[in-house]
């Protein structure tokens, strides 16, 4: 497996330090957190410049450009009913993962994540599945003819493995892969051991983060994640994809926390993990009864 970074955790950063920072601490890649629309909080957001230029910095570098890292979501309900498929964007989504996937190509950057979400919970869970699943499979068919692919992460509506794997069997796309984020699959009431395992024909990313108790971000390994027991189970199915880790500082405005020493720290960590035995994950699944 590959170890990159969310730049989520610097988004004070120009890119430039976030690429030289991935080369110091020993990251393979980056995954870049992207808008269509310029953030003043986000400094290194590569939808601030030119794709070449960016291809060419993580060429010089021989860092990997792994995803761009969006908000496209494909959930918003088409009202009137019928009326609404004439007079509003039945393809609500579709556009915006476009353009994400045009910019892509060009700077040569691997993935674009999105995201299903939120189904209203007055609506028949069919209706909106199949909304989200026509939306995100006509947003996958943007990536053809392009070395870019479209990654749907789990949260929201859509939160466990299972979930994601009823939609992209449902509306499957050969451009189309997950990424797998730990933390939403554990709130979901989800092992996230099994869940890897559950997703390995279509799994590009995990996503791994640690928390406390109260959700508050935590030093990798410090928190209650199973991250450690993920790693392991990634290595024992011989998974050779991204590991990417992720400290949401651009969400916590809050937070004092050093990006460097926060990503030194889980570098150190991964690589440890990388060499050790997995360990059960500690939530009463079968990963915890193998570890007995």
């Given amino acids: 497996m590959k170890i990159a970074y969310s730049t989520t955790v610097c988004p004070g950063w120009t890119l430039d330090q976030a690429i030289q920072t991935a080369l110091d601490?020993?990251?393979l890649g980056l995954e870049m957190r992207?808008?269509?629309?310029?953030?003043?909080a986000m400094m290194c957001d590569p939808m601030r410049m030119d794709p070449h230029e960016i291809r060419a910095k993580f060429e010089h570098a021989g860092i990997t450009p792994v995803a761009l890292g969006t908000g496209v979501r494909y959930d918003k309900p088409i009202f009137p009913p019928v009326i609404g498929h004439i007079f509003?964007?039945?393809?609500?989504g579709v556009e915006e993962t476009k353009q994400f996937i045009d910019f892509a190509a060009k700077a040569s950057v691997d993935y674009v994540r999105v995201y299903g979400?939120?189904?209203?919970?007055?609506?028949?869970?069919?209706?909106?599945?199949?909304r989200v699943g026509e939306r995100l499979q006509l947003a996958a068919q943007t990536?053809?003819?392009?070395?870019?692919?479209?990654?749907?992460?789990?949260?929201?509506?859509?939160?466990?493995?299972?979930?994601?794997?009823?939609?992209?069997?449902?509306?499957?796309?050969?451009?189309?892969?997950?990424?797998y984020n730990i933390q939403a699959a554990?709130?979901?009431?989800?092992?996230?051991?099994?869940?890897?395992?559950?997703?390995?024909?279509?799994?590009?990313?995990?996503k791994l983060l640690d928390v406390d108790n109260e959700h508050h971000p935590v030093m990798l390994g410090d928190g209650v994640l199973p991250c450690r027991q993920t790693v392991a189970a990634l290595d024992d199915m011989g998974y050779g994809?991204?590991?990417?880790?992720?400290?949401?500082?651009?969400?916590?405005?809050e937070d004092v926390r050093d990006p460097r020493e926060?990503?030194?720290?889980?570098?150190?960590?991964?690589?440890?993990?990388?060499?050790?035995?997995?360990?059960?994950?500690?939530?009463?699944?079968?990963?915890?009864?193998?570890?007995?």
């Fill in 25 to 27: 601490l020993g990251y």
């Fill in 34 to 40: 992207s808008f269509l629309e310029p953030q003043s």
């Fill in 88 to 92: 509003v964007n039945a393809e609500e």
């Fill in 117 to 130: 979400y939120e189904l209203p919970r007055a609506e028949p869970r069919a209706w909106g599945h199949r």
């Fill in 143 to 179: 990536a053809r003819n392009t070395d870019s692919m479209l990654l749907i992460e789990n949260g929201g509506s859509f939160a466990s493995a299972q979930d994601l794997l009823d939609l992209i069997n449902a509306f499957p796309h050969p451009y189309l892969g997950v990424s």
């Fill in 186 to 206: 554990q709130q979901a009431g989800e092992c996230p051991v099994e869940g890897v395992k559950l997703l390995k024909d279509h799994l590009h990313c995990v």
């Fill in 241 to 253: 994809g991204w590991v990417v880790y992720k400290y949401p500082k651009l969400w916590v405005h």
């Fill in 262 to 292: 926060v990503l030194k720290h889980a570098s150190d960590t991964l690589y440890d993990w990388m060499q050790d035995d997995g360990m059960s994950c500690g939530t009463g699944c079968e990963c915890d009864a193998a570890s007995v």
